[in-house]
């Protein structure tokens, strides 16, 4: 599928380029910026007030333990055991339970496409993911190595830190593992158990790290590692978050992450939301949007080693979402955003999600659709999310709402 965006805004971290044209090429960009030409008839699509952003790249979520309410009755926690013992006696797991594990996951799909995110890492082991990962409405990182976490009751999630380490050094792949998510010794010596047993490199992607010390954000900074940040989920199970600002001045690549919604956000907006509410109550500053949009785009692609994706250039994937908002502000207006705003979608070239000014594209590129209210606002979906809703709610034989996925037919 060929086609452009014309007189868009592309919005990067560094750059801001008002009356820019996209030129996608099947599942590439082949041209962006001001001057971006083909010499080639294409269906051209007017994008005159609109914000091209890379697509979101959430860097943690469990897609299985994508329900709703939050669990947590005994908060704040220990550690991550003492926070899974809750959920797994709570009534809402048992409801959950009752659901087909495809939905789950693809309901934690569509709780991150209707939020602009593309690209999601789902932490779980591979030949888990493999059974769910067909046919989703966003794309899951399938190049990873991985540990659980990195103490002795760990969940056995592949094959040994060393092992797993060293496999992503050798295929520059991303070697990913919880750590520093709690309190007791063990968990708060995570990192130097990482270090005396050589996985901390560029390689290793560190997710929470609430509990790291100086001594292990100075190790985290020698060896180029990166931590997930997920500001949600942390400061509800713990009251307590990654020392970010601190991360940040010493130069380590902090990427983001929703969690999944029984601990963390209900969707990337409230993740947005309390990212800067957190750091301006924590250090009397405001953190820069900016670089909360470098954490989802150029940052996480760093992070996840997908060096064709965060960016919106020449050659890159066509991962793109569309806002609407103020192009001498655009950083606001990402920070910012609630459904209403994603105006547009683009996976892999293929428009996927949009708000319904774009029905005549989706007809024009005979792409099918859904017609849905997304709270409130009506919008259009290649894929069946209210088919899957309908299962949902007859595995668990009410009318469960779910905030994270606030759809109706239109
Ligand atoms: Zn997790």
Same mark, same amino acid.
């Given at each position: 599928?060929?086609?452009?965006?014309?007189?868009?805004?592309?919005?990067?971290?560094?750059?801001?380029?008002?009356?820019?044209?996209?030129?996608?090429?099947?599942?590439?960009?082949?041209?962006?910026?001001?001057?971006?030409?083909?010499?080639?008839?294409?269906?051209?699509?007017?994008?005159?007030?609109?914000?091209?952003?890379?697509?979101?790249?959430?860097?943690?979520?469990?897609?299985?333990?994508?329900?709703?309410?939050?669990?947590?009755?005994?908060?704040?926690?220990?550690?991550?055991?003492?926070?899974?013992?809750?959920?797994?006696?709570?009534?809402?797991?048992?409801?959950?339970?009752?659901?087909?594990?495809?939905?789950?996951?693809?309901?934690?799909?569509?709780?991150?496409?209707?939020?602009?995110?593309?690209?999601?890492?789902?932490?779980?082991?591979?030949?888990?993911?493999?059974?769910?990962?067909?046919?989703?409405?966003?794309?899951?990182?399938?190049?990873?190595?991985?540990?659980?976490?990195?103490?002795?009751?760990?969940?056995?999630?592949?094959?040994?830190?060393?092992?797993?380490?060293?496999?992503?050094?050798?295929?520059?792949?991303?070697?990913?593992?919880?750590?520093?998510?709690?309190?007791?010794?063990?968990?708060?010596?995570?990192?130097?158990?990482?270090?005396?047993?050589?996985?901390?490199?560029?390689?290793?992607?560190?997710?929470?790290?609430?509990?790291?010390?100086?001594?292990?954000?100075?190790?985290?900074?020698?060896?180029?590692?990166?931590?997930?940040?997920?500001?949600?989920?942390?400061?509800?199970?713990?009251?307590?978050?990654?020392?970010?600002?601190?991360?940040?001045?010493?130069?380590?690549?902090?990427?983001?992450?929703?969690?999944?919604?029984?601990?963390?956000?209900?969707?990337?907006?409230?993740?947005?939301?309390?990212?800067?509410?957190?750091?301006?109550?924590?250090?009397?500053?405001?953190?820069?949007?900016?670089?909360?949009?470098?954490?989802?785009?150029?940052?996480?692609?760093?992070?996840?080693?997908?060096?064709?994706?965060?960016?919106?250039?020449?050659?890159?994937?066509?991962?793109?979402?569309?806002?609407?908002?103020?192009?001498?502000?655009?950083? !606001?207006? *990402?920070?910012? &955003? =609630?459904?209403?705003?994603? %105006?547009?979608? #683009?996976?892999?070239? /293929?428009?996927?999600?949009?708000?319904?000014?774009?029905? !005549?594209? *989706?007809?024009? &590129? =005979?792409?099918?659709?859904? %017609?849905?209210? #997304?709270?409130?606002? /009506?919008?259009?979906?290649?894929?069946?999310?209210?088919?899957?809703?309908?299962?949902?709610?007859?595995?668990?034989?009410?009318?469960?709402?779910?905030?994270?996925?606030?759809?109706?037919?239109?």
């Amino acid at each position: 599928m060929n086609w452009e965006m014309k007189n868009v805004t592309i919005v990067s971290p560094e750059s801001v380029q008002n009356r820019a044209n996209v030129i996608i090429k099947g599942k590439k960009i082949a041209a962006a910026g001001r001057n971006a030409k083909i010499d080639e008839e294409l269906l051209s699509i007017d994008c005159s007030d609109l914000l091209a952003f890379p697509g979101f790249i959430d860097c943690h979520d469990h897609l299985l333990g994508t329900y709703w309410p939050r669990v947590g009755d005994r908060r704040p926690y220990l550690n991550w055991l003492e926070w899974d013992n809750d959920l797994k006696s709570a009534p809402v797991y048992a409801e959950r339970q009752q659901i087909d594990s495809a939905d789950l996951y693809q309901m934690g799909g569509y709780r991150h496409l209707l939020c602009g995110v593309t690209s999601v890492q789902d932490h779980i082991p591979h030949f888990v993911r493999e059974l769910f990962a067909k046919n989703m409405p966003i794309k899951i990182v399938s190049q990873f190595a991985m540990a659980h976490s990195v103490t002795s009751f760990a969940l056995a999630w592949g094959d040994g830190i060393e092992k797993e380490h060293a496999l992503a050094v050798q295929r520059n792949i991303p070697f990913i593992t919880h750590c520093s998510e709690g309190f007791d010794t063990e968990t708060i010596h995570s990192v130097e158990t990482l270090h005396k047993r050589g996985a901390l490199s560029k390689q290793t992607v560190l997710v929470h790290g609430i509990a790291l010390s100086d001594h292990d954000i100075e190790l985290l900074a020698e060896n180029a590692c990166h931590v997930v940040w997920c500001p949600v989920s942390n400061l509800y199970m713990f009251s307590r978050t990654a020392p970010v600002k601190k991360l940040l001045e010493k130069g380590v690549n902090v990427v983001l992450g929703t969690d999944s919604p029984m601990s963390g956000s209900v969707n990337l907006f409230e993740e947005l939301t309390v990212a800067k509410e957190y750091y301006a109550e924590a250090y009397g500053k405001d953190i820069p949007d900016k670089l909360l949009l470098q954490m989802l785009t150029t940052g996480a692609a760093k992070a996840m080693c997908l060096p064709d994706y965060g960016e919106i250039a020449d050659n890159k994937v066509a991962d793109l979402v569309l806002l609407d908002g103020d192009p001498q502000d655009p950083y !606001s207006a *990402f920070t910012g &955003m =609630n459904y209403e705003n994603i %105006k547009l979608v #683009v996976i892999d070239g /293929r428009p996927k999600y949009a708000s319904e000014e774009f029905i !005549s594209v *989706f007809e024009a &590129m =005979n792409i099918p659709f859904q %017609k849905i209210l #997304v709270n409130g606002h /009506r919008k259009i979906l290649d894929g069946d999310v209210l088919g899957l809703l309908d299962r949902v709610r007859q595995a668990v034989k009410f009318r469960k709402q779910l905030d994270f996925l606030p759809v109706e037919p239109w």
